[in-house]
């Protein structure tokens, strides 16, 4: 790369050979006045169907040796004179009107384009030919190669028109005239232009070089209002262009352009733009920088493409490719301001692209691929805008922005890359919109060490490893985002990462939608996430976060989990039709779970394990094919204020050890029990309604020992309280009044402590039906477990699973050896039939239930733990 004083040196030696000029061509793209042959050529405001075909306005230098000798100009508004005799009249005549058109067609064959043009003002027969769209076609293509006509739409765009375009009668012509200005770069090609040091064609005023060097020096120094150079097929090797000119250079060559016309250099950068270059426009041409591999020069500074500061050139439909440890486009310096669209970088030995120092510039519409390092780099304060590019199968990362870099990027396709789709580091601080970023070999995007962002309804999907990587302290915005079908995760966040998560839509991933670990602190919020092949959101090692307002769904495995000294708030979120656990806090599992509405799931709605102690309290918990609440393996939690209904077993089930705290819950409608606590469970409950559960409002068995205080126990379809095998509990201040089979059920050797409790209009169906002399299976069916004395056979060998009530005893084994077991909580055996003997009492059995005895343990979570 040149230095910047080499760089300055060259542009003020070309300001001092402009300003040292003794007299400047100068050139007019419309007026003709002047022209040397402005009484011969056509106005270009003539008779419709005329082209407009550009003129020159060339004043020599005095004693140029270029000038060439020209026919003395006639009389302004005189005519040539026109014999009058008979047989030249005739002539006339037939050639403008009986010639046939094939003959006065291959005569205009011959004509240039300035002749054609006079012919064409002759006559409407002439303008007719002279229009003739084949003729133009040949004319153009061989003064510029082109296969379809290129048109300029604005002063720095150009496209080639298609063959069926129908926009102009003669698209041909009309890209003749907007183009003729140009000079022309095409070697030992002098003899079909007419430039000032050699032949002088007649009706061609055109211009060619044998270097772009020699063509960019003389428009340098002729000051053009709108200076043009086609460069033609050919390898330009070791031409050093430094543009500081508002040049047009543009390729010119058949079939694709781009390949047909190389500039390429093995020092230094290739083309360099540079402080003057505001308008300069390069485009259709390839630029290579290949270093020679046994130069001990450096090259890291060198590149194909280089734009400096204070300048805004446009480059288009380019391939541009660099085999040096460079990068393969370099944008650089602040003002550097450049309009790069439609251009192919690709299989470069370092970066694609580079844009740094304060850049900014527009790129729009590119293909980058296959390069060794990233696609694109943009670092320290640079600010491009990228849209619609095609970023793809890099060895590195699709896109790095680091050291403060920024950059607004649109509809970009991101993908199959090596590493991460999009990479941010560093205080990096880019906006990512719109864009699809998917199939990367690693991960989607991956924000690290204060990185930030804006990443906002772009689709990210089908990563080998999670969409999106959060870490050491980034604190990025992912906002509305599609995030799916990842190899991994949806959203990874961990390493003390923040960000805010907010409104995307994270489903199908193959692990949990969401991972927060090691003291990462985001806010999640509004965010669907669901159908994911693992959990929904995964909190573990000392994660945090605020995570509210989510919806979480049909997830293979839990909907939440929460482990390993993790504390996330969780408010507002609607968990659930997940197909085991909705919130799941397991190996000290902490945090705050909220008012949200957590239903529908196979297994409970929350389960609680080994020391996880959250706070509970005002969710709706519902629907569950299990349980409401599990608290098991010595869990804790203090579990208030929440609506527990509908579920398919118990409101809440403690057991193995565990002690949780309940307070001020409404437990009602179950279809089981209302609180079931066994096993060795513990827990102070209180202030707690419990009413209208299918089962006992609260059964206390194996060795369980909780303390009830203050809570209401009513309305329940069987007994209110049941104590039994070897349970206790401390009972202060209950009432227990209206329920079906009675109000405080107790068990052989069941001695509880009792304290001001009220138990009251209960209305023992249990008793009424013995009295009655019915069996208990007439009102328990084998779904209910009601409390009273029970008995086995000796003479049917029945067993103490074989249980048989008071009734059945006296009628269906009268006579028989029997005995008393306990006073307990069973169903009547005989009744249901499962006995060898018909029962007297009860009709055909319904249901073999010799294997039911109490109410159905409940379902476990076996989640796979993950580290």
């Keep these: 790369m040149p230095s910047q004083s080499g760089i300055t040196t060259r542009l003020g030696s070309r300001l001092k ?18 022209s040397e042959h402005s009484d011969e050529t056509p106005s270009t405001s003539g008779a419709v169907g005329q082209p407009n075909v550009p003129q020159y306005n060339l004043r020599r230098r005095p004693g140029d040796a270029s000038n060439t000798t020209v026919p003395a100009k006639r009389k302004k508004n005189s005519k040539p004179s026109v014999p009058q005799i008979r047989g030249e009249a005739v002539g006339g005549r037939y050639l403008q009107e009986d010639l046939p058109d094939e003959v006065l067609l ?4 011959y004509l240039l384009e300035f002749d054609l043009c006079r012919a064409a003002r002759v006559c409407k027969r002439f303008r007719a030919i002279g229009e003739d769209i084949e003729l133009w076609r040949k004319l153009y293509q061989e003064i510029f190669e082109y296969d379809l006509p290129l048109i300029r739409r604005e002063p720095k765009v150009f496209a080639f028109l298609e063959k069926d375009d129908k926009e102009f009668a003669n698209p041909w012509k009309e890209s003749f005239k907007q183009l003729y200005h140009g000079v022309h770069v095409r070697p030992g090609c002098s003899n079909m232009y007419s430039y000032y040091g050699g032949r002088r064609l007649a009706s061609r005023k055109m211009f060619c070089f044998d270097a772009i060097e020699q063509a960019y020096t003389w428009v340098d120094s002729e000051v053009y209002e709108d200076p043009l150079i086609f460069v033609h097929t050919g390898i330009y090797v070791g031409e050093f262009l430094l543009i500081d000119l508002g040049v047009i250079i543009i390729g010119a060559a058949p079939g694709n352009v781009m390949d047909q016309v190389i500039i390429e250099r093995e020092s230094e950068s290739t083309i360099v733009f540079a402080e003057g270059s505001k308008d300069a426009y390069l485009g259709y041409i390839t630029l290579k920088f290949t270093p020679d591999i046994a130069s001990s020069v450096p090259h890291h500074k060198h590149y194909a493409l280089e734009v400096t500061e204070n300048c805004s050139p446009t480059i288009a439909h380019c391939r541009i490719k660099s085999t040096s440890v460079g990068a393969a486009v370099c944008v650089a310096g602040s003002g550097a301001d450049p309009f790069i669209h439609h251009c192919l970088i690709k299989d470069c030995e370092n970066v694609g692209l580079y844009v740094t120092d304060y850049a900014q510039g527009t790129y729009e519409d590119n293909e980058i691929s296959g390069n060794a390092l990233a696609g694109i780099w943009v670092k320290n304060y640079a600010n491009p805008i990228m849209r619609r590019n095609h970023i793809h199968h890099g060895r590195d990362v699709g896109i790095f922005t680091f050291d403060y870099g920024q950059g607004y990027f649109e509809n970009c396709d991101i993908h199959n890359n090596r590493i991460a789709g999009f990479e941010v580091k560093a205080g990096a601080n880019p906006t990512v919109t719109q864009c699809e970023i998917h199939h990367g070999q690693t991960g989607g995007i991956y924000v690290h060490e204060n990185g930030r962002g804006q990443f906002i309804e772009n689709k990210i999907h089908s990563n080998n490893f999670a969409g999106v990587w959060i870490t050491s302290n980034s604190d990025p915005t992912i906002r509305k985002n599609e995030i799916y079908n990842g190899h991994q995760g949806g959203v990874y966040i961990f390493g003390e990462g923040r960000g805010l998560i907010e409104h995307n839509n994270i489903y199908g991933n193959a692990l949990a939608g969401i991972q927060i670990r090691t003291n990462s602190n985001p806010i999640v919020r509004h965010n669907k996430i669901h159908h994911g092949q693992h959990g929904g959101i995964y909190v573990h090692e000392k994660g945090q976060g605020l995570i509210e307002e989510n919806e979480v769904f049909s997830n293979t495995l839990a909907g939440v989990w929460i482990t390993t000294g993790s504390t996330p708030v969780l408010r507002r979120n609607r968990i659930h039709s997940g197909k085991q656990v909705g919130v ?25 394990r080994t020391g996880s102690n959250p706070l509970i309290r005002r ?18 939690g203090m579990i208030e204020n929440n609506e527990i209904f509908d579920n ?11 002690n949780p705290v309940l307070r001020h819950n409404k437990i009602h409608d179950g279809r089981d029990g209302g609180i079931c606590i066994f096993n060795g469970g513990k827990g102070i409950l209180e202030e707690n309604d419990i009413f209208r559960n299918a089962q006992a409002g609260l059964l206390i068995s194996t060795q369980s020992n909780p303390v009830l205080r203050r809570n209401r126990i009513f309305d329940g379809q069987a007994a209110g309280v049941e104590i039994t095998n070897n349970a206790t509990a401390n009972l202060d201040g209950n009432k227990v009044f209206n329920n079906k089979f009675g109000g405080l059920c107790l068990a052989s050797g069941v001695n509880p402590i009792m304290k001001d409790n009220q138990i009251y209009g209960n209305h023992n169906m249990v008793q009424k039906a013995v009295s009655s002399g019915q069996c208990l299976y007439k009102i328990s069916s084998y779904t209910s477990f009601p409390m009273h004395d029970f008995y086995r056979c000796k003479t049917c060998n029945t067993t103490e699973r074989n249980a048989i009530c008071v009734n059945c005893i006296k009628t269906c084994h009268g006579g028989h050896d029997v005995e008393f077991i306990r006073h307990d909580r069973f169903f009547c055996d005989c009744g249901a039939g499962t006995l060898n003997n018909s029962c007297r009492l009860q009709g055909e059995p319904t249901q073999d239930t010799d294997t039911l005895y109490d109410s159905a343990a409940p379902m476990e979570s076996h989640t796979v733990r993950l580290n």
Excluded at 106 to 109: A, G
Excluded at 648 to 658: E, H, N, P
Aim: charged share 20%; no cysteine; proline share 0%.
């Design 17 to 34: 050979r402009r300003r040292s000029s003794v007299k400047k061509r100068t050139y007019s793209a419309t007026s003709a006045a002047e």
């Design 106 to 109: 291959k005569i205009f064959s």
């Design 584 to 608: 799941y806090f397991y190996d000290n599992g902490h945090g705050v779970l909220e008012d949200n509405d957590i239903f529908n799931h196979l297994y409970s709605g929350v389960q609680i």
């Design 619 to 636: 969710n709706k918990i519902w629907g569950g094919q299990n349980g409401g609440i599990l608290v098991y393996n010595s869990g804790l």
């Design 648 to 658: 398919a077993m118990a409101g809440v089930w403690i057991k193995t050890d565990s």
